[in-house]
């Protein structure tokens, strides 16, 4: 049986170009023991677990003319070495050379004559850890419960787990004739799909990613009636096609700190954080911060739904996560009321039930990717440029350490893509204790995006609670549940005349 991308699994093939790369990734640091763990080991404990990522051995093949979409082979000259690379930082091997090394790997596009994934060994790093870098496609993780090749070679244990042998025989790949009829016989069965055919097939590569708002007619039409276009913005420029990466560690218990003191969420602090950090960047920039300045971010937010006794089949899963626009309040002077205003819109969206889209996202991505960081890059690359300055994804990882063959992971930091048009994008994703951000630039368009990471730092230490208190006459309730009645809507400088949202839990 044919195993064909979907619609949206196609698009973005059809709309990738050296500019905007369409794949998600992420960067894990082990601490290994001396001598304990090297490149070889690496390419070991992926071959024994490729088993759980079947897709990880498979090309896309396109058929003859584009009469359907692109299908899945398996490829027959897999090559593992091909894909787990090695490389090396000069000394003293720096977070910072790593982070630079990390923008340079991610700029470059993954080979489509291939599986479309890679994975870089990085040795050398201070410390005497060891980075490994993973790319993935969009296309790689398309469903809901997909594991990717990173989360695969990840324990629980110290000790490696076992899995049983499982030789693999590639299925030789179509001819090209098998391929035609297989269309044909396909838009006989279901006519519609020749509607998605005929767009990607006539699409220039530049019109693509806005021609998928038209799939999803419902879901662009709901957001054009019920939002405004995003405000001008430095961060909304021509892409380069070369990126930059930077990174940042905070405690996770400083991050609870501020949420008891002030009454707010996890995820509202962790937006207030980026909003105020959002502020100092465009201020050192000499940029003009007015008091109705915002910037809009795109904040997908993880829900779980109870699985639909009917989901059977490729792609029938839903996907697993709602998506907000926020207005980020960076024009507002005070830490704490940046933290209150973030923190009422959140409650405000959640009550209302005012997300973007969320019902005609959810047929319209079908095809979930198994992180929150890659779903809402999808989505992302779904909606329009003007609808958004920015994307942030937030989430929740476990509290529990892991292992690598035997190493101990002492940080991950997830690497987010840029879409079209869009300078930057922020994912953190918290870790036994430490809550990890990674923000990619453009290049030309961010070259201080180191800067960017170290206001983020800054952000959590004004607003610990031994810096900072909450403000005469504000009352910060603590957050029962969602659900519950909103306290009355707080008197704040600087507000935004519509706020929106917010991002995944974490604990």
């Not at 799909?193 to 007619?217: E, M, P």
């Not at 960076?330 to 209302?352: I, K, T």
Request: hydrophobic share 45%; charged share 20%; net charge neutral.
């Amino acid at each position: 049986m044919t195993d064909r991308l979907s619609a949206t699994d196609a698009a973005f093939l059809y709309s990738e170009d050296t500019s905007t790369p369409m794949h998600v990734g992420g960067v894990v640091i082990l601490q290994p023991a001396p001598g304990t763990f090297d490149y070889q080991q690496v390419v070991d404990l992926i071959g024994a677990r490729l088993s759980l990522v079947p897709r990880y051995r498979q090309r896309v093949r396109f058929v003859p003319g584009r009469l359907a979409r692109p299908v899945w082979v398996d490829d027959e000259d897999f090559d593992l070495t091909y894909h787990v690379r090695r490389s090396a930082l000069p000394k003293p091997g720096t977070m910072a050379s790593l982070d630079d090394l990390v923008g340079r790997l991610i700029s470059r596009p993954l080979d489509r004559n291939r599986p479309l994934w890679e994975m870089y060994v990085i040795e050398g790093l201070e410390g005497g850890r060891i980075a490994i870098v993973n790319k993935t496609h969009h296309a790689m993780v398309d469903r809901i419960g997909a594991v990717d090749v990173a989360a695969a070679i990840l324990d629980i244990a110290r000790r490696p787990r076992t899995l049983p042998d499982q030789p693999w025989i590639p299925v030789p790949p179509p001819s090209d004739i098998d391929l035609v009829v297989d269309a044909v016989a396909d838009i006989a069965s279901r006519p519609s799909d020749l509607i998605d055919v005929v767009r990607l097939a006539a699409a220039d590569v530049g019109s693509t990613v806005a021609r998928l708002a038209k799939v999803g007619a419902e879901a662009a039409e709901l957001v054009r009636r019920t939002v405004n276009p995003a405000p001008r913005s430095v961060l909304n420029v021509t892409m380069s096609g070369q990126r930059r990466f930077a990174s940042f560690r905070a405690d996770l218990a400083d991050i609870k700190a501020i949420r008891t003191a002030h009454g707010a969420s996890v995820n509202d602090v962790i937006l207030a954080v980026i909003a105020s950090a959002l502020r100092t960047w465009l201020l050192s920039r000499g940029e003009a911060v007015t008091p109705s300045t915002t910037l809009r971010a795109l904040v997908p937010m993880s829900v779980r739904p109870a699985p639909s006794s009917g989901d059977s089949g490729e792609g029938a899963s839903s996907v697993p996560v709602v998506s907000y626009l926020l207005d980020m309040p960076v024009a507002e002077p005070n830490p704490v009321m940046r933290l209150h205003q973030v923190s009422f819109a959140m409650s405000a969206h959640l009550d209302s039930g005012r997300q973007v889209g969320a019902d005609s996202l959810l047929e319209l991505g079908r095809f979930a990717p198994p992180t929150l960081h890659a779903l809402g890059a999808r989505v992302a690359g779904q909606l329009s440029g003007r609808m958004y300055n920015l994307l942030i994804t937030n989430a929740p990882g476990p509290q529990v350490p892991l292992y690598a063959g035997g190493s101990p992971v002492v940080a991950m930091y997830p690497v987010a893509p840029l879409a079209r048009g869009q300078a930057l994008a922020v994912a953190c994703t918290s870790y036994n204790g430490g809550v990890f951000f990674g923000l990619t630039a453009d290049r030309d368009a961010i070259p201080d995006v180191e800067e960017f990471a170290v206001h983020i730092g800054e952000a959590i230490e004004e607003l610990l609670p031994h810096q900072a208190g909450p403000l005469p006459g504000i009352t910060t309730p603590a957050r029962a549940k969602r659900s519950a009645r909103r306290p009355a809507r707080p008197k704040l400088s600087g507000e935004p005349q519509s706020g929106e949202a917010q991002s995944g839990e974490q604990q």
